[in-house]
Every structure is written in C-alpha cells, then in structure tokens.
DNA sequence: ACCTGAACACCGTTCAAGT
DNA sequence: ACCTGAACACCGTTCAAGT
C-alpha cells in the first residue's frame, strides 16, 4: 500500500513525458494556436518527443481533451460561504465563464467532453451546495444547477466564437448588419444594436439574473 | 433581370449536384453517420461523385455546415400569434430544441456554425418580436434571446451527447454515481437520482421556465 | 459547365524495434 | 520502461485535364 509516487524504484531512463507537463502544453498551445491547429504531432513537437510517445499517457486524443478540460476546471470557485446564495450561484457561474474564456476554445473544449475530475465534480458540487443550503428541493437543486451550466456554456461558446472574427468572410455583426437591412426583419432591427455590443458582460449578467429570479420567484410563487 | 433558375438555357450537361440535394443527402448521412464521420468523401459518395466536385457548390466543409444548419432552421414554428408570450417564447425556444433534435448531432452542427440565412433570422425575428410586442425593450428583448438561444443550445449539447453513450468507457451517469459513493460530494449524492434522470425534457422545461419567471419578475418589480 | 484523377499536406493511432 | 520510426487508413482542399 505504499504511495507509487514517492516510493517507484524508477527503473530505467526518467521519463521525459508526464501527463500533468502535457495537458500543461497542450493549454498553452490552445491559447497560441486554437483548437483547430491543437494537434497530437504539433503537441509532441512542443514537447520534444515523437506523436506516438503521447498515447503511453493519454489513451485518445478525447482523454487529452477530457484531462485538459478538467485543468481548466481546477481552482474554480465563487465568492466564500458567508454571501447570499443569489451572489454565490451567480459567482460560481461568473467563475466558469471565466475559466472557459481564459483559454482560446476553451467552452468548445469543455463542451466537447465530460470530465469527472475533482475540479469538474467540485464545482458541480458547489453550485448544488449553494441551492440545497438555501432552501431548494434535491430535485430544484440539481435542474437550477443543470441551467445555470448549460446557460453559462452556451454563452460563452457564443461569445468565444464571436473573439475571433472569420478571417476571409466578414465579422457576424456586419453581415447580421446587412441582412437587417433588406427591411424584412424589423425586431432584429430594433435589437441589432445590443445584439451588435461587442462585450459580452452584460449579456451574460443578464442572462444569469433571469435564473436567478426565476429561482427566486420559484419560492415565492404568489407575488 | 429574368430569373435564371427558369430562364438559364442550360448549357451542356445537365449537373448531378446542387447545394439543396447535397444539403438533404449531408443530414441524411449525418442521422446515420454523426458528425464526426460527416467527411466530404463521403458525402461525396453518397452523391456518386469524386469529392472534389462537391468545391464546386460549397467554398469549404464549414460552408456546407453552415448550410446544414441554415436547412434545420427553416420551418422552425412556434405557436401561433394568439398565445400569451410566454407560451409563444417558450414555444419558440421548445421548437428550436426539437429541431436539433431532429438530426444526430444537430446541436453541435448548430452551434458550431453562424449561419445569416432566413431560416435562422427568422427565428430570431419571432422570438424578438414576441418580447418586443409583449413590452420589452429593446436591449431587453434582444439580451432574454440570445440566453433563450444560449441556454437551448448549452441544454440540446448536453443532451445530445448524453443520448449516444461512449461504447468503451462506461455511461456517465455511472461513472458519476461511482465518483459520488466515494462520499465526497454529499450535495450531488443528493442531486444524483434527478442529474442521472435520462429523459431531458423536464429539465428543459425547468430551466426555460427560470428564464421566463426572471424576465415576469422583470417587468412587475416590487413583488 | 461540370466533373474526374491525382496530388498535396496533413490527420489520429498502432506497434515492432531500439535503448 | 520509455520512446523512435515507420506505417496504416484516413482527412480537407486544389487543380490540370477530360467531356
């Protein structure tokens, strides 16, 4: 029962390759490159080993993205225990999106897997944590949490998607700007100037708040 | 000014390609196939073409996506102008699930494109009209859509992956109900028995009624 | 005008063989 | 035990040439 980390003979040359070091490369060569341009060639080239020595480590590809999500998932956590449980779910939440925002791709990479890892489950745990303690049903609990991460994904996959305009064809807010032009969608119209704002805050505030009243009016159902 | 889809005196053979039959034949094999198997090879074969013919019709496979989505968004309804708003919204939003549904992978597809075409506006439209008529400003109107809109698609993601279970590795709701015994996360234990539920929809219904209890509680502040 | 055939520059993954 | 080298079975995309 001794711990292999510290007690392993290790026998034979020192590994060159570990996973922790790899999934730590493979973050910084998504925030330099994109998802698209993250390949197993490319990230064994940054780590100085041949594409084959990476499946010693990881099984597929889809492990490294599932292991790469769930670093991204490590550290999450919203404001302490003493606030609000309105300010600590919309903080759990905050600290999500800021943890997908701080790497390129990182809300399609989350979305493309399903890590349970510590980080991922913790967080999960957190955010029920928060709506259980406040007085919500297991069942609330679980549905309010399920929302606030499928909102918080699909925005900021949104809002990445929209960082990195297309290259060749033109921004979305223009064509969007076009198209509204031809006078057959005059509510888009009226929107297009909040739909146009380039920060995505307050959008996603928003978006959040409404949750949160909806939870809200949940437990004083006659106003 | 004459129509060229009447009036065009099709010169020498007539094509065995057009973009609407590729788009039909590219959500047929995606329903068969799921996306990731979606190559343009074998769209092509499925056409009875080399696949280079297909560059004739789409400028790249992102093009021929963007397409796709554009084709499963045309026809999305929600009920009809009669309804309450929240009946119509909810309505809106229910059918914009049910059409990525509708085909293998669907949410994916949607989500990774930007399609600008009148399918997609036009949803966009109704669902900004119904706010719009219901009193709502502007900015109001258009930030509850896009999180109507985030929050479906972040939903459908979900659920679409979760409906395709890995072959290998075991289903999720195992592998979360096994990280979970370890007694570690006493709030998801009792979240499990509703995060491992298989049917989606009370969820999804759950976290749009949220939405639309937040934007009610918007409109009548002091409860 | 429309499509073929063949190529280019890549992929993820596997595995015998080396050290 | 750990990694190399080379291969396998693919990709998306381009483009001269055929019809």
Redesign the interface.
């Known amino acids: 029962m001794s711990d292999p980390s510290t007690s392993r003979p290790a026998r034979g040359r020192p590994p060159r390759l570990d996973q922790a070091r790899t999934v730590e490369t493979a973050l910084a060569l998504l925030n330099d490159a994109g998802l698209d341009a993250l390949t197993m060639r490319r990230l064994a080239e940054a780590m100085g080993v041949q594409a084959g020595a990476l499946y010693r480590y990881f099984r597929t590809k889809e492990d490294l993205l599932t292991a790469m999500a769930e670093r991204m998932m490590a550290g999450v956590r919203g404001p302490a225990g003493g606030a609000d449980w309105r300010d600590r779910l919309s903080g759990l939440a905050g600290a999500l999106r800021q943890a997908l925002l701080a790497h390129r791709d990182g809300a399609r990479v989350f979305?493309g897997t399903?890590s349970?890892g510590?980080g991922t489950?913790?967080f999960?745990?957190a955010c029920?944590?928060v709506l259980?303690d406040a007085g919500f049903s297991?069942?609330?609990?679980?549905?309010?949490?399920?929302?606030v991460?499928?909102?918080?994904?699909?925005?900021t996959?949104?809002e990445q998607?929209a960082l990195r305009p297309d290259g060749d064809s033109p921004a979305?807010p223009e064509?969007?700007r076009e198209?509204?032009a031809s006078g057959?969608?005059?509510?888009?119209t009226?929107?297009?100037?909040?739909?146009a704002e380039p920060d995505y805050t307050?959008?996603f505030d928003?978006?959040l708040?409404?949750?949160?009243?909806?939870?809200?009016?949940?437990r004083?159902p006659h106003?």
Do not use: I, Q, S
């Open positions: 979305a399903h349970t510590p489950l913790g999960a745990e029920t944590g259980r297991d069942a609330d609990a679980a549905r309010a949490v399920m929302a991460v499928h909102f918080t994904v699909g925005h996959l949104e998607a979305d064509v969007l198209a509204v057959a969608y005059p509510h888009l009226a929107a297009l100037p909040t739909l307050p959008h928003f978006g708040a409404l949750l949160v009243a909806g939870l809200e009016a949940l004083r106003p």
